[in-house]
């Protein structure tokens, strides 16, 4: 197939390129083809088994490097809330009915499960990526340590058990607005994990600012559709997993950087951590992650992205 001849889009943060054809999308990708290709494939399967709207497999060629997929269009709700005109409340209820229809489906023998190792090792990329521009390599060793601490015990305080579907990157991004109505796309990663995750993945969207306001009402309508969750515990979850989400999207983006010379990422980090001072001010579950961050990463570091 001659690629050179296809209309190549904005891709993504992974390995895949993504071309449109006169009637449908080429996905093209020569690395991790397991996850990006056939995984993906199969979790869009699954969301459109539980009615759903996700890109239908058209072909496939995985020797060739390539699935053909449904083509969603261009307009994403992150491209809708540019609009000031836009009525961001109406959407994000009907983001929020999508949610409730991900949390309910029940296949857990086909995803992975969001194990508490997985989770500690997806924030020690903030160790492992992000700690090394700022810190010397003599100080980089005990560091890590003193964080994977913290990390673990705020983990061993999360209350809710990994009992739903979790989409794992739902945000505003990557859901997609169609003539059947709201698309989900980039689902390769779904797991069982804590029903609080991709909320906070909204509502902490590092692509994209939103008030105080904001946030409580998409937080408030959540919870008045799921009355059956303890709030005390619910917003414990939240917050632990919204900030090790963040710090994670920090060694994320310096990793896609150093590793993968994809530089525009970097210009999200200061968003980043001001959703983790957000999170973390006045809140005593984090004192002693607030006072690491805060004593090795100071106000300038936090607002610098230079690669």
Known sequence: MNLSKLKKLTGDASFRNFYRGKKNILVHCEKN???NLLEYDAVNKILIKKNILAPKLISQNYKNNYIEIEDFGDLTVFKKFKKKSTNKKIYYKKILNLLVKITNIKIKYKVPNYSLKKLLDESNL???WYLPKYVK??????LK?????????????????????????????????????????????AVYGNIAYDL?????????????????????????????LDLKKFKNDFDILSVLRNLKIIGIFTRLS????????????????E?????????????????????????????????
């Open 33 to 35: 083809k397991k996850s």
């Open 275 to 307: 959703l983790i001072e957000y999170r973390t001010l006045n809140n005593p579950i984090f004192k002693d992650l607030n006072y690491l961050l805060s004593k090795n990463f100071d106000r300038k570091i936090r607002k610098t992205y230079e690669n």
């Open 258 to 273: 150093v590793r993968d010379k994809k530089n525009k990422y970097l210009k999200l980090i200061p968003h980043a951590w």
């Open 200 to 228: 906070a993945s909204l509502i902490d969207d590092v692509r994209f600012k939103t008030d105080k306001k904001i946030k409580n009402f998409i937080f408030n309508e959540f919870i008045n559709r799921n009355k059956h």
């Open 126 to 128: 903030f160790l492992d």
């Open 137 to 142: 390599s003599e100080k980089n060793k005990i």
């Open 145 to 189: 340590v003193k964080f994977n601490k913290i990390f673990k015990k705020l983990l061993n305080n999360i209350y809710f058990k990994n009992k739903v579907f979790v989409h794992r990157d739902f945000h505003i991004s990557n859901i997609m607005i169609t003539k059947k109505g709201l698309g989900l796309i980039d689902s390769q990663d």
